[in-house]
């Protein structure tokens, strides 16, 4: 998976961009970017969100690395829309008005609803089910650009982490949020 950002205008020339948070394009992804653009029930926005492929409803990380399956843009907040900007406001206003602009029966799109209050039950239900992990989030935080203000808990024991780890040690060693990402992985391990 990657940590995405979509960027959609529908004005004079409609276009939609998928680039990661390193601002990368992501031009290999051309039926994804077409489909978002036809789909998503808005004139401009960037959207926050992550590039999977699904086998039976899980992520799998090879398929989509080698653009062996069907890529879907899995979207979880929303930054921009329709000339507004939405970072400063709470998590749970921009999740309700992402909610109301992510069409329900689509097929390259889905939106990534949010549990209250029974976090650990979920990492048990995401860690049975062999999936990475959850993002635990609070409802009226903003989005503020480079500063983190939740936490990535992983499945240690997710069987994805093989080989992959080997592939993105150098963001990992790169990344400012050093402290936050042995945080999460202690947080993950006491959790289980």
Same mark, same amino acid.
């Given at each position: ?13 409609p276009e939609c961009r998928l680039v990661s948070r390193k601002e990368n394009d992501f031009k290999s992804f051309?039926?994804?970017?077409e489909s978002l653009l036809a789909e998503l029930k808005v004139r401009s926005a960037v959207l926050d969100g ?33 000339? $507004?900007?939405?970072?400063?406001? !709470? *998590?749970? =206003? %921009? ?30 239900l995401a860690c049975e089910n062999d999936l990475e992990g959850i993002v635990a989030k609070r409802k009226f ?18 069987? $994805?982490?093989?080989?992959?780890? !080997? *592939?993105? =040690? %150098? ?22």
């Amino acid at each position: 998976m990657h940590q995405d950002f979509l960027t959609l205008w529908k004005d004079a020339e409609p276009e939609c961009r998928l680039v990661s948070r390193k601002e990368n394009d992501f031009k290999s992804f051309r039926k994804l970017s077409e489909s978002l653009l036809a789909e998503l029930k808005v004139r401009s926005a960037v959207l926050d969100g992550e590039i999977v492929c699904l086998d039976e409803g899980k992520p799998q990380f090879r398929d989509l690395l080698f653009r062996r399956g069907e890529a879907r843009f899995v979207a979880f907040d929303l930054l921009w829309c329709d000339g $507004q900007d939405l970072r400063y406001t !709470a *998590l749970t =206003e %921009r999740k309700h008005k992402l909610r109301s602009i992510v069409p329900t029966d689509s097929d390259r799109i889905m939106y990534c609803d949010h549990v209250e209050h029974d976090g650990e039950s979920l990492f048990r239900l995401a860690c049975e089910n062999d999936l990475e992990g959850i993002v635990a989030k609070r409802k009226f935080d903003a989005y503020l650009p480079n500063k983190a203000s939740w936490l990535k808990i992983r499945n240690t024991d997710y069987s $994805q982490w093989q080989g992959r780890e !080997a *592939l993105f =040690e %150098r963001e990992r060693d790169s990344d400012p949020d050093l402290s936050l990402w042995d945080a999460c992985v202690r947080a993950s391990a006491d959790a289980v």
